[in-house]
């Protein structure tokens, strides 16, 4: 079941771009499965913030359709079991974190009680029971990025849109915060998160959707897109042997005394490799298909898409 | 939608300006108590125009409050003209606008929080002040509840202005501005019937009672006021209606538009 289901969806802001409008988004195609952690990547201005602000009604919809939790965006009761983490949110000064908290609950329409036991549970959580009754106005920038999680979680959402959730948290909270993704993850929600730190995204994502200017470029899960599956590192006592593979096969990429690496037709021609080195009584340790970060698949795949746009 | 009014409650206790509101209350207090011996000075030194004071003797308890309500609607309008704003500053909206309630239902618990604690502030203020009146002077009616009630349709009147003005500008300062505006403008507007016999042209004459009916006229719904708490008859009620008219009108302009922008 999807939770989140756009299709065909643009937005552009009026006036800018000589009066024509900013695309931010140009008929972008996407859905998010229930229990998903779903990763939005992209570089500034590509519509990653618009997107989450077109699923809670923040912003209209110039065309296209989008939904949440089975409703329009523009139905009030779309947001009732959804939690939403702004970026660079400026949460009202004149409250503690636990009134912060009590007001979030109030806008929910809970009640008192469950309210008390939900603040509790989640001031504790994000680390922040000890500063509950300080004013948020006073907080640093990572102690309101804490407590702007905890609203997000207030309602015990089925769907959380994080914008940058880790921005400004120090490395332990970094950790902490992904430790509270992971566990909402395993309650069977679906997270929505919008990071510009891929070792975080790539960290906790099932699948990613990678937006250039405002365009959809592609979605795939984190696995197909780290994964070389051409590539393969073997880890082999190869010595001073040589070892060489005709083209058809494919190429040795880089080769030394302890290992080789090699790109190849097909992935099967794997065993030709390994079919050599066994027969030149090589000692294979390891055979492993190549992998590369997030990083380094986004950066390929945002360079490809500016050299394919005309 | 009582965490939209409480949450207002909390932010205007926050900013301090309700001990401004103490502050001229007590002002007022002390004055009220101390005006059986100013009104004894004025008869000794005989240097206030007796056409004037005659009037001011009429009724001196129902002028004092009604000139006290008018300074805190005042106070009460360009105290609160930021707060609608700022809560659709950048940062803030996505907050408020990511929650299950409608725009609709936001803007007016918002609207509504602000009148019913400035207009409550007001009201307190009204009875201590009226309170050290009647003490001073001995002399009380419930007829007074008309000042009172009609303070508030001022007050309400006020911040439809400067909410739809907020909404659609995003600006304190534009919301303080336009407040300013409009009461010069139903200043000038009073005297519609003088500017149009200056001018002794038709069309124009036609654009500026056109005008005159548009505008709130929230100085002649303070006569109305004081002619109802006076126990006179009202001369016309529908600088009232006209004005109302005008505040629900705006405040659906404010949500139309708040409905169709983006955050």
Redesign the interface.
Known sequence: MNVVDVHELTKI?PGGVRKGGVVALDSVTLAVEQGEVFGLLGPNGAGKTTFL?VL?????ITSGSAGIAGFSPSD?????K?G?L?E?????G??TGL?FLE???????MSQAEIDDRTDYLLELVGMDRWANMKIKKYSKGMSQRIGLA?ALMCDPEILLLDEPTDGVDPVGKIEIRQVLKKVREEGKSIVLNSHLLSEVEAVADRVAILSRGKLIRVSSVEELTSRASQFEVEADIGSNVITIPPEVGKIISISSKGLIAELTKEENINQIIDQLRMKRVSIRSVKPMKVSLEQSFIETITASKEAAP | M???T??CV??IF??KTVYLFAAVTLIAVVIALLSPKMEMEFHATGNVDMGSMGDFLTNPITKALSTYLKFMVFLAVMASAGLVPNML??????????????RTSLLLNKLVGIWLVYGGTIVLGGILTYAALVSAHGFFDWKILYVFALGLVSLFIWLSITTTVGIASGSTAMSIMSAFLVWVAQVILYWHEQIKGFLESKPVGYVVDGLYYIFPKTGEVSTIANACAYGKPVESWMPLYSSLIFSVVLVSLAVIIFK?R??
């Open positions: 802001y602000k809670l009604g923040i912003t209209q009030p009761r779309s947001r009732q959804v939403y702004p660079n949110h400026r949460f009202p004149h409250l009134g007001l979030t609950g109030r806008l929910y329409g609203q | 009582r965490g939209v409480r949450d909390v932010e926050d900013r500053a950048k940062g803030r909206a996505d907050f408020y606008l990511s929650k299950p309630i409608s169709r983006n955050y």
